[in-house]
């Protein structure tokens, strides 16, 4: 095949942990952009596009990346099992190659990809991100992943395309999580197109250099980083382009708790707790202020002008 694999990925860009937490001192001592860039350090885009406003410092001094331990034995991934710890002990049977990609609905180009057909040609990108989950905690993660839009242009959606659905792997022998009724399965998820093919949409398909660990989502997830973190669908299977609202599984599951835009407001509660603070693993205490749209409203306010966000939440 044609393909930059993602194994020439890794053994060539991989960037080590101490190397991302220097990157992220230099930045955090406010040594200037241009500086680190002529030091021949990539300067994440995500940091260089954050707002030079209250939000865009205050967020600098916490912005401490966390650590791939935490990342990535922290997780929610509940085809295998409930707990945060479940994923990492148990996501080795996941098998993240081959992994056929299935595309339909209201596109011009359907079929049946492979993974890494898809791959081929798409530039990876070094993405620093804070993701915020609803339970009120967060972290700060590095991801390597590319926008949405690379390859939604490439399917060419139709005019009927209002909204994409992505659904994950449904299959017992991998995911031994799903023989228990804990959510309904697949575990499917959904953008409004616009949101869909906003830059900071991504794809990812790894974190601190590396291809994701099979608990972040092997072999490529979603990360969505002004939503709370159950929109981050995780090794995904299919792909599909709607005319209506896709139903995601947590709003199908708990609909007066989860909403389909889950876009992070420190205003609106969710019912059994407070939405206003959160706690940066691996800290204890939920301390960090939790910022309207995660921290980047100046990017995607736009797109929910003239909503009611507390009936869409
Ligand atoms: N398929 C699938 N995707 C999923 C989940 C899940 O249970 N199954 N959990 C979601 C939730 S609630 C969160 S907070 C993030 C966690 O991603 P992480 O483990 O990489 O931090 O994945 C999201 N994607
Ligand atoms: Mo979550």
């Known amino acids: 095949m044609l393909i930059k694999r993602p194994d020439d ?13 220097n990157r992220r001192k230099f930045i955090g001592k406010g040594v200037a952009i241009g500086a680190v860039a002529a030091a021949g350090v990539a300067v994440p885009w995500a940091l260089r596009s954050q707002p030079g406003s209250d939000a865009g410092e205050s967020m600098g ?17 509940y085809e295998f099992g409930t707990r945060k710890s479940d994923p990492a002990e148990n996501a080795h049977t996941l098998r993240p190659r081959p992994w056929a990609v299935r595309v339909d609905g209201e596109v011009a180009k359907p079929g049946d990809y492979d993974l890494d057909d898809l791959l081929h040609g798409v530039t990876m990108e070094d993405r620093i991100y804070r993701m915020r989950c609803v339970e009120a905690w967060s972290m700060v993660i590095p991801w390597v992943g590319f926008p949405l839009s690379t390859l939604i242009n490439r399917f060419e959606p ?14 017992v022998e991998q995911m031994p999580g799903q023989r228990r009724a804990v959510l309904p399965w697949p575990y499917v998820e959904g953008l409004r197109m616009d949101e869909a093919m906003h830059p900071l949409a991504i794809f990812a398909t790894g974190l601190y250099g ?29 792909i599909r382009f709607t005319e209506t609202q896709p139903r995601n599984t947590w709003q199908v599951s708990a609909p007066n708790e989860y909403g389909f835009y889950a876009n992070v407001n420190p205003e609106v509660d969710h019912p059994r707790w407070s939405q206003a603070k959160e706690r940066r693993i691996p800290g204890l205490f939920r301390n960090t202020p939790t910022l309207m749209f995660n921290g980047y409203a100046d990017q995607v306010g736009h797109l929910y002008e003239g909503m009611d966000l507390r009936r869409n939440f």
């Open 9 to 21: 990925i890794k053994s060539s860009e991989i960037t080590p942990e101490s190397v991302y937490l």
């Open 61 to 77: 001094s916490q912005d401490e990346l966390t650590s791939f331990e935490h990342v990535s034995t922290y997780n929610n991934f």
């Open 158 to 171: 139709t005019s009927k395309a209002r909204y994409v659905e992505f659904e994950t792997l449904y299959d």
């Open 210 to 238: 590396r291809d994701l660990p099979n608990q972040n989502g092997a072999p490529f997830r979603l990360v969505v980083p002004w939503k709370y973190g159950f929109k981050g669908i995780k090794s995904i299977v299919r």
